[in-house]
Nanobody, 121 residues
């Protein structure tokens, strides 16, 4: 079973930066896509950024040019550099990875428990 643990959240003033990291442990073979999601109080969970196994990325329009996702397959980690943070970026940020089931029959989703990011003056 793949376990994911996020780190790097915290409190920052508007315009500041944070770097989130997420490490996978347990069964780490067959990891395919990696992503960051976030959920603010009263809102649905939304995808912030995605990175495929070949390194292609996709960022939500709201964070384009400010956030950057990256991955290190040797360490089974995904990171997100967040610059120019705004109060509306305040949310719990969740790490996501999907992994091929044994026999390559399907992809299973795995989530971290989340890390709080608060942007406020």
């Amino acid at each position: 079973q793949l376990q994911l643990v996020e780190s790097g959240g915290g409190f920052v003033q508007p315009g500041g930066s944070l770097r989130l990291s997420c490490g996978g442990s347990g069964t780490i073979s067959g990891i395919e896509g990696m992503a960051w999601y976030r959920q603010a109080p009263g809102n649905k969970r939304e995808r912030v950024a995605l990175i495929t196994k070949d390194g292609s990325t996709d960022h939500a329009d709201s964070v384009l040019g400010r956030f950057s996702i990256s991955r290190d397959d040797a360490k089974s980690t995904v990171s997100q550099q967040m610059n120019g943070l705004k109060p509306e970026d305040t949310a719990v940020y969740y790490c996501f990875m999907n992994q091929w089931r044994r026999g390559w029959s399907a992809l299973d989703p795995f989530w971290g428990r989340g890390t709080q990011v608060t942007v406020s003056s």
